[in-house]
């Protein structure tokens, strides 16, 4: 198997489990806020730390859905991959494998679609094929725009 489609599937499957966890942060919102409240250690965070414990919960859930929406598309993989590792560490520090297994699985599969990408299939690759076809589309047009003028010059020249 190629390296682009191993990043490929392991993006796909990273975005999925983002998702999952999203869902399941939702679904047991109190379990969740009640293992923050448990452990108070984030609390003495900046960004974080001023928040109820339920709140933090929501925020971890949306942006984790989000973030596996995207990742599952490709989209901003590698910016993404470094958010969600981000995420999955927050949650591995402040409650440590409490908080499940699957942060740790998260982490090191967000770590490597930041520093390899997410493979082929992605967004972005689509996105920036589309835009090299534009710029030479338009290389093209400036050329022709440039002859054409060339041409009238020299026949104003005669």
């Not at 973030?67 to 560490?89: E, K, P």
């Not at 689509?126 to 009238?152: P, T, V, W, Y």
Request: aromatic share 8%.
């Amino acid at each position: 198997m190629s390296q682009r489609r191993l990043l490929l599937w392991l993006r796909l499957l990273i975005g999925a489990a983002f998702m999952y966890q999203g869902v399941l942060h939702i679904q047991g919102m109190r379990a969740q806020a009640d293992l923050f409240a448990a452990y108070p250690g984030w609390q003495g965070w900046p960004l974080v730390g001023a928040m109820r414990p339920l709140e933090l919960t929501l925020w971890l859930a949306f942006l984790e859905f989000g973030l596996g929406v995207f990742l599952f598309g490709g989209l901003l993989t590698r910016i993404l991959g470094g958010i969600g590792a981000l995420l999955a560490g927050f949650q591995l520090l402040s409650l440590g494998l409490t908080g499940g297994p699957l942060n740790v699985l998260l982490l090191i599969g967000g770590l490597i679609a930041c520093l390899r990408g997410g493979g082929g299939g992605t967004m972005d690759s689509a996105l920036g094929a589309m835009q090299r076809k534009s710029i030479e589309n338009q290389r093209l047009r400036d050329a022709e725009a440039a002859r054409l003028k060339a041409e009238r010059a020299a026949q104003a020249g005669r």
